[in-house]
């Protein structure tokens, strides 16, 4: 039997899902982790990028400060918080580095999509009597959908990729699954906390393209 025979036989033996480090301990902490990280960095990316598109002004700016985040390590900014007052905080330090690393594709898809609305189109609705939180509403929003929804699934991706960084510091999820099979050499444990983590990622993209095509405006309106 091979490394991936013996992680399926991990993953369907009982004994692995019950307690607080079996696998449904440790999922319900891995969503709840990723779940507060990526609504933080919605609250965050989202109205800014969408106001600063509406106005066309200083968007590109904010989004090349956000894009900074990219090139920091995710491990090293939560190293940077282990040794500060924030270490004894429980998941905050986990959060505020995932939050770090979702906000600039949430960031950087609104603005665009914002910024690649039709300027005639937009005039037009002015002309047609819209004020400026109408045109906003019902016609910038409509068109940047897509693009909001695709940095949305990128962010959700890989803010569920990456929380597996809390097990480093001694918190739960899924990675510490992965770690735990990996101080006791155990690697069809290792393999199936790897799964884990993918299949978990697979099935939120495939929830969120789910609820894209049930609420896209603009497939509402072919409907209508």
């Known amino acids: 039997m091979g490394v991936l025979g013996e992680a399926w036989t991990w993953l369907t033996?009982?004994?692995?899902?019950?307690g607080e480090s079996g696998v449904a301990h440790r999922l319900g902490e891995h969503l709840y982790v990723s779940g507060v990280a990526l609504l933080l960095s919605c609250a965050i990316a989202l109205p800014l990028a969408l106001y600063l598109g509406h106005i066309g002004r200083g968007g590109a700016l904010a989004v090349n400060i956000s894009n900074v985040g990219r090139a920091v390590p995710v491990f090293a900014v939560l190293a940077l918080f282990?040794?500060?007052?924030?270490?004894?905080?429980?998941?905050?330090?986990?959060?505020?580095?995932?939050?770090?690393?979702?906000v600039p594709p949430l960031l950087t898809n609104a603005y665009v999509g914002m910024t690649e609305v039709d300027r005639s189109v937009?005039?037009?609705?002015?002309?047609?009597?819209?004020?400026?939180?109408?045109?906003f509403l019902?016609?910038?929003?409509?068109?940047?959908?897509?693009?909001?929804?695709?940095?949305?699934?990128?962010?959700?991706?890989?803010?569920?990729?990456?929380?597996?960084?809390?097990?480093?510091v001694?918190?739960?999820?899924?990675?510490?699954?992965?770690?735990?099979?990996?101080?006791?050499?155990?690697?069809?444990?290792?393999?199936?906390?790897?799964?884990?983590?993918?299949v978990l990622a697979l099935l939120v993209e495939t929830v969120l393209v789910g609820l894209d095509r049930?609420?896209?405006?603009?497939?509402?309106?072919r409907t209508v």
């Open 138 to 168: 019902r016609v910038e929003l409509p068109l940047a959908y897509p693009m909001i929804m695709t940095g949305l699934r990128s962010a959700a991706v890989q803010v569920i990729a990456t929380a597996t960084i809390a097990a480093m």
């Open 170 to 198: 001694g918190q739960g999820g899924l990675g510490r699954i992965i770690t735990a099979g990996f101080n006791t050499y155990n690697t069809p444990q290792v393999v199936a906390g790897a799964i884990l983590v993918a």
């Open 82 to 102: 282990m040794v500060s007052p924030l270490r004894n905080a429980g998941y905050v330090p986990t959060i505020i580095a995932l939050v770090l690393f979702a």
């Open 13 to 18: 033996t009982g004994a692995n899902w019950s």
């Open 214 to 221: 049930v609420l896209s405006p603009l497939r509402r309106r």
């Open 122 to 135: 937009a005039e037009a609705a002015r002309g047609m009597g819209m004020s400026g939180g109408q045109l």
